[in-house]
């Protein structure tokens, strides 16, 4: 099991930056996958990005060229860079993990709000 917790979120004008910190521990964080959701009102949960301990990662088309996915390992963190925010940005952001052989992420951070004003 994998504890984490995120900060970062806030509010911001469009076209602005933000970056959001996801803190890890517990388990063997090497055996996991480490993801970024996030949630609008009245919208399905949203996939953003995912990244290995070892640096692979992917990133959603959305947010692909705005959005870097990162990770440090000697701080057991993973961040969220967020360039040319834009109010469909808004959201509720959440850090996940999932085995790197399982199919479902099983644990979840409590998320930090991100608003970005028109």
């Known amino acids: 099991q994998v504890q984490l917790v995120e900060s970062g979120g806030g509010l911001v004008q469009a076209g602005g930056s933000l970056r959001l910190s996801c803190a890890a521990s517990g388990s063997t964080l090497s055996m996991y996958y480490m993801g970024w959701f996030r949630q609008a009102p009245g919208k399905e949960r949203e996939f953003v990005g995912a990244?290995?301990?070892?640096?692979?990662?992917t990133l959603a088309d959305s947010v692909k060229g705005r959005f870097t996915i990162s990770i440090d390992n000697a701080k057991n963190t993973v961040y969220l860079q967020m360039n040319s925010l834009n109010p469909e940005d808004t959201a509720v952001y959440l850090c996940?993990?999932?085995?790197?052989?399982?199919?479902?992420?099983?644990?979840w951070g409590q998320g930090t709000q991100v608003t970005v004003s028109a």
């Open positions: 996940a993990a999932k085995i790197l052989v399982g199919t479902t992420w099983t644990d």
């Open positions: 990244i290995t301990w070892s640096g692979g990662s």
